[in-house]
């Protein structure tokens, strides 16, 4: 079976709470084991000092070298901001029908310059953490937009959207799982 571990890699304490709820979603979309990685290293060349921000791609570079053998998949989870050198930023990246994803809360937790409800916060994490698992299972975005495969450029895309994968995207990740994809992890 499958195992996606979830990994903090954030500067601030990891959210217990909220690495327990990702989790358990994990879990019961994907129908995988999912568990939550606690190691103490870091990727260290990710910053862009010209930039201000963390550059999603050597992340998924240094989680592929970091991660736990025994792992099939790995989530790192951040509260850095994140970018790809043709956009602004990123709430993630992940390799497709690959083994590694990185989530980004940085603008997550934005919302106007107002306190964040925390449980907000959750639910938009949760969605994106799916959304880039989805990508390393071969899942590509979807046109629904309550699907949470849909593409989210902002908060409001992010909030429209539901935390599990539609009718359609169900079907194509069943279809995927059972062409013997992931097997060998």
Not at 59 to 80: C, F, Q
């Amino acid at each position: 079976m499958v195992e996606v571990f979830l990994w903090w890699i954030g500067a601030a304490a990891a959210d217990e709470a909220l690495l327990a709820a990702l989790r358990a979603q994990v879990a019961a979309v994907f129908d995988v084991g999912a568990r939550c990685w606690h190691g103490h290293e870091r990727p260290l060349d990710s910053f862009d000092p010209r930039r201000q921000q963390h550059s999603s791609t050597r992340i998924l570079k240094w989680l592929l070298e970091a991660r736990p053998r025994h792992s099939g998949k790995i989530v790192g989870l951040t509260d850095a901001d994140l970018f790809i050198p043709i956009l602004t930023f990123v709430y993630g990246e992940a390799q497709l029908d690959g083994r590694a994803a990185v989530v980004s809360t940085a603008r997550l937790a934005s919302d106007n310059g107002f306190r964040l409800d925390p449980g907000l916060l959750r639910e938009r994490a949760l969605k994106e953490t799916i959304h880039e698992i989805g990508h390393t299972f071969g899942l590509l975005h979807c046109e629904r937009r309550a699907c949470v495969m849909s593409r989210s450029v902002n908060l409001v895309q992010v909030d429209a959207k539901d935390p599990a994968l539609c009718a359609e995207c169900r079907r194509r990740y069943a279809e995927l799982r059972g062409q013997g994809h992931h097997e060998h992890e």
